[in-house]
């Protein structure tokens, strides 16, 4: 059996959050192309920002989905589009409210 590394082998009971969040991150990128080397010191990291509801979060990260899918022959709710983002790289969350 071919276990995945990111995923705990007993994973955590815990009561799901699902508030909708703003998420403003610092993210890292490459390039694959063959770049002169005065161009690539001035690369920067890129802003991002994610909107989702938030599944967790602890001192480590935060995880966000797109969405829910509740599966009706399964009885049990899927997400779809999680994003998985380090504390270290967060600049801001904002908690969406509802109107």
Sequence with gaps: MILNPLIRENPIKLEFIMNKVDVTWIDAWGDDAQLELEAVANFVPVKRRNRG???????????????????????????????????????????????
């Design 53 to 99: 509801l938030l599944i967790k979060h602890d001192e480590d990260k935060i995880i966000i989905t797109q969405g829910t899918i509740e599966n009706l022959f399964a009885g049990k709710t899927f997400v779809d589009g999680v994003v998985v983002i380090p504390k270290g790289m967060i600049q801001a969350i904002e908690l969406e409210k509802d109107d």
